[in-house]
């Protein structure tokens, strides 16, 4: 016979305080794996954004230099028009031959077109990078985590 003492508030309530306890701490992990992507991401900009390169005698390089360089113009040309030849040829002047454009798959710049609606161009493409990092991080650590036995 289930009496109050077995179903009464004071078994009910430290359950509650129990499972809410054990959920923040299924994803502490997470969260923290989150942060650290973050504020790495964000550490490694802010010392382009603040310029600190030129206070060590670099040239002026700042975050607009680390974006322009390798396939950050690319991934914009193809966001702003598509693969369509006639559209980058004569809106951008970047080196590349029109027929490079089509090596670069469609996703990323689709990502920062879905986002220039909330950001411009290249702030855009700086968010979807951090998304990005965030997605490979948390799916890197649940790989793992599935696979790697704990001691």
């Known amino acids: 016979m289930l009496g109050p003492?077995?179903?009464?508030?004071?078994?009910?309530?430290?359950c509650v305080v129990q499972l809410k306890q054990m959920n923040s701490?299924?994803?502490?992990?997470q969260?923290?794996?989150l942060l650290i992507t973050v504020l790495s991401s964000l550490t490694f900009w802010l010392i382009?954004?603040?310029?600190?390169?030129?206070?060590l005698g670099?040239?002026?390089?700042?975050?607009?230099?680390?974006?322009?360089?390798?396939?950050?113009?690319n991934y914009m040309a193809i966001s702003k028009c598509g693969y369509d030849k006639n559209?980058?040829?004569?809106?951008?002047?970047?080196?590349?031959?029109l027929e490079y454009y089509p090596a670069h798959f469609p996703?990323?710049?689709l990502l920062i077109r879905l986002f220039n609606y909330f950001f411009s161009g290249p702030k855009s493409m700086i968010f979807v990078t951090l998304c990005g990092s965030i997605l490979l991080s948390l799916t890197a650590y649940n790989f793992f985590n599935q696979f790697v036995k704990h001691k």
């Open 5 to 14: 003492d077995i179903i009464g508030p004071a078994t009910i309530g430290p």
């Open 25 to 29: 701490i299924k994803f502490r992990h």
């Open 31 to 33: 969260i923290l794996l």
């Open 48 to 55: 382009f954004y603040l310029n600190v390169p030129s206070l």
């Open 58 to 73: 670099f040239p002026n390089t700042t975050l607009e230099t680390v974006f322009s360089n390798y396939d950050g113009p």
């Open 87 to 97: 559209c980058i040829g004569s809106n951008f002047s970047l080196p590349s031959a």
């Open 107 to 109: 996703a990323y710049p």
